[in-house]
């Protein structure tokens, strides 16, 4: 085996030496475990191109220290167990300089590393977690979803190759588009369809094609967090725009008009995280503003495939008449997170460009889940799939607006239930949302706070309640214990 040593023929200390204490120091930092295996003196020589004497000096030297064994016609180890003054004792001044000047990150790198948003530890581990955006794991078709993935796996090695299409493999962009025009009225053609890692890359490459450092891209306020922080790290300057009951308020973008608003980021099908569905005057009047200003509009459709009692209203980008409509969606939460393909849809105009940087960034995604996630939709599986789910959802949001009023009735005001799979929730308590999420984790449930979602000042008590994941039997345990660590003073 191969073992990265630094040696260093120029140093006035002797080979032997050198290559003593970077075993040494190996053995005591734990690169090379007890018990492990090392190079034979041939091996370890022919590898750094050194004498074997060398070695074999070097190794008996270990060997009469206690750090090495030799096990007849096995090779030479690791000892097993080290005296325990070894394991204490303090590192040996190393032959290299250690110290290096302070880290010099980049603009984005420090707002990164500033951003308090940014998830950086895992999250406890809760008996029940509102937690939002996960779907039902234990609906999804799996086996279907095996045997396709044996079908190319054992049918040909094309799956192993770099990709050959830059804006992402065509059965699936054609397919895609079938499926956004049946299901949401969009109006493009596969070469439009750009194969992206999910919404985040999606979101990423607009903001690098399109946005500099203090540049204006519009927001619905409260907007969706994680496309906040991207717009943020990139060092656009965000335009809170108001949401009320019916969406953005697009009159309070156009009183912007001096701002030269690049961009405007909306989540029109379903708003995050109100639930406010843009009402078709605002769509509206909404590609009017952008066909008079110039702006792009950003629509993020991450969850428009469940919706409850409502007719769809069409995609903004199927009503769009003049190219000013960058359309996102996923797979994510209709199928599975770890299946990181999403869309974009463009304009004729910006495919070419788009394309070039979605290259430079990942070259292409996996082209076997491609070919799988093609087959899924084309045989039907999809649609099947979404419809079923849909009616499972539907229950479990019904439990779930039940489960408030039975246990808070008017201290809990529900917003958004027609659609998606979560809901926001205002509650009435004399607590804090800081109080009331550590009562809750207390019970062991786990809720999460509008407040992140907001870039002006909001209202206490705001919540965001996720209901994919769970089932009816959680949904109604969680909120019971939910109200009981708020009426309980002991927690």
Known sequence: MDFAITINSNSPVPLHQQLYEELR???????????????????????????????????????????????????TFVCSQLPDDLLRSAPVQSTRTTTRPPVQLSKYGVSLAQTENVPRVPEPELLINFRYGRPAFDQFPIELWRKQ???????????????????????LRE??????????????????????????????????????????????????LSARLIFETQGAKLLPITVDESGLVVEDLANHAKEQVRLVYVTPSHQFPTGAILSLPRRLELLTWSGATGAFIIEDDYDS????????????????????????????????????????????????????????????????????????????????????????????RQVLVKAFNMNFAEKATILGEKA??????????PFSDEEIMQRAERAGVGIMSAAPHYLRAYSKGEFIFGYGELTEQQLVEGIDRLAQSLNNNSY
């Open 305 to 396: 495939e469940y919706r409850y009692g409502d007719r769809p209203i069409p995609a903004l980008q199927g009503l769009d008449k003049s190219d000013s409509v960058l359309y996102i969606g996923t797979f994510s939460k209709v199928l599975f997170p770890s299946l990181r393909i999403g869309y974009l849809v463009l304009p004729k105009s910006l495919v070419s460009v788009f394309a070039r940087a979605k290259w430079l960034s990942d070259r292409h995604l996996q082209l076997l889940e491609q070919q799988v996630l093609a087959d899924f939709i084309e045989e039907g599986h999809l649609e099947r799939h979404i419809r079923k789910m849909r009616a499972v959802y539907d229950k479990r």
């Open 149 to 171: 993935l044996s079908r190319y796996c054992c049918s040909n090695l094309e799956w192993l190759d770099y990709s050959t299409d830059i804006l992402g493999y065509k059965p």
């Open 175 to 224: 397919a895609i588009a079938r499926y956004l025009s049946r299901s949401r009225a969009v109006n493009c053609d596969p070469d439009q369809v750009l194969v992206v890692n999910g919404t985040q890359q999606a979101l990423d490459l607009i903001m690098r094609l399109f946005i500099e450092p203090g540049k204006i891209i519009a927001l619905e306020d409260p907007g969706y």
């Open 25 to 75: 120091q190996a053995i005591l930092n734990g690169r090379l475990l007890p018990g492990g295996r090392i190079p034979s003196t041939r091996q370890l020589a022919k590898s750094l191109g050194i004498s074997r004497t060398t070695v074999t000096q070097t190794y008996d030297q270990l060997l009469s220290e206690g750090y090495l064994e030799t096990v007849v016609g096995s090779g």
């Open 420 to 429: 998606g799979i979560h809901l926001m929730v205002r509650l009435q308590t």
